[in-house]
């Protein structure tokens, strides 16, 4: 099957944009690409670096001191490659418990908020 000039172009056209918004999103979660060219880093790391950036950003309230002082210790160990080497999976999987009990929260106070917008009685129609 053949492809004209024009497909080509919207598919080159996509792949910017696709890199384009890579780039934003690793930006915005602070992970450089020479950190990425390091193939050490395992995935699980770069999982619980996503999680721990939104949750110290977006949802701080449903943090207790603990665990916000455990993310950004983190954070500060993953950025030194000689800390990083050494550290154990489990500390990535506790990042990642931490991310699970707050979504359960932002759950909760959802659907509570969905049960009190449903017992609201409808206004009177004038």
Do not use: H
Not at 15 to 41: C, G, M
Not at 48 to 57: I, K, T, Y
Not at 117 to 125: F, N, S, T, V, Y
């Amino acid at each position: 099957m053949r492809r004209n000039s024009n497909d080509l172009s919207k598919g080159r056209v996509r792949e910017a944009r696709f890199e384009q918004a890579t780039e934003r999103w690793l930006n915005s979660v602070r992970i450089t690409p020479k950190y990425l060219s390091d193939t050490s880093i395992p995935t699980e790391f770069l999982i619980a670096q996503r999680e721990a950036e939104a949750l110290l950003r977006n949802f701080t309230s449903y943090l207790t001191n603990k665990q916000s002082y455990q993310l950004v210790e983190f954070l500060k160990r993953l950025c030194v490659k000689k800390k990083r080497d050494v550290m154990p999976l489990s500390t990535a999987y506790a990042v990642l418990n931490i991310a699970s009990k707050v979504n359960r929260k932002l759950f909760a106070d959802y659907k509570k908020l969905q049960k009190l917008e449903q017992d609201k009685p409808l206004a009177k129609k004038g």
